[in-house]
């Protein structure tokens, strides 16, 4: 089984046997504060390849691990059964660029994300989530200048409460760059490619959960509720 398919079944798995357990249990969410801070990890690969213009060079994903950094808030008022969040994360991705006239060059590729999503309580202990955003993606060839370019992203994921603080979390994720590596394609072949990048990365790992808690849901936090 490939790293992506791998932790492709991860979170789906998560997600798909959530609702057998929210038969039978409260769907009340935990008591948890609004803050979210994140560390996780996982699989990172692209869609067949980043071949522009006659693949005269491509990114090679193979084995590339991805590692992301997330803190969010999430708004203690329930929408739905739910409720939304806001956050701000970094990713980091090692890659290479193979040129099909031979060498290898390192590429290591970083995405800076502004995110909006919503969360839905399946469970005491359970919830599903949408998530999406704009941001950068910031391209950082060996011995070549650094790129940015606008992209977006968007995906889902799901959270496993052990207690009111912390979670375990898995999440599959696209990140699209309309117009990727024009220059850092042009420093090491000599011309502008001008293709979108999809990437895919299928993550998992922990959740901590801090600040005033809101229990009732009514956007007044415990210690001023009369």
């Known amino acids: 089984m490939t790293t992506r398919n791998l932790w492709a079944l ?15 249990q409260n769907s009340t969410a935990p008591a948890k504060g609004p803050w979210e801070i994140s560390a996780m990890a996982g699989g990172f690969d692209d869609d067949f390849e980043f071949d522009p213009d006659g693949s005269q060079f491509f990114l090679d994903p193979d084995q590339n691990v991805i590692f992301t950094g997330f803190l969010g808030y999430h708004f203690p008022r329930s929408f739905w059964g739910g409720n939304f969040f806001l956050g701000a994360e970094g990713r980091y991705v090692p890659l290479d660029i193979r040129p099909t006239i031979g060498g290898v060059t390192d590429l290591n590729a970083y995405f800076t994300n502004a995110l909006l999503g919503y969360s839905l309580n399946l469970h005491r202990r359970a919830q599903i989530y949408g998530v999406g955003g704009v941001g950068l993606a910031i391209w950082n060839g060996e011995n070549q200048d650094v790129e940015n370019d606008f992209g977006f992203t968007y995906g889902v994921g799901t959270r496993l409460f052990f207690n009111d603080h912390w979670a375990l979390k898995g999440e599959v994720r696209v990140h699209q760059v309309q117009e990727a590596m024009t220059e850092t394609s042009a420093d090491i072949l000599g011309y502008a490619a001008n293709e979108t990048f999809w990437g895919w990365a299928y993550t998992v790992g922990f959740s901590y959960f801090f600040g005033a808690k809101d229990s009732d849901k009514d956007g007044v936090p415990d210690s001023d509720d009369a």
Do not use: E, S
Request: aromatic fraction near 6%; glycine fraction near 6%.
């Open 10 to 24: 991860v979170v789906a798995l998560g997600i798909l046997l959530q609702p057998a357990f929210a038969a039978a």
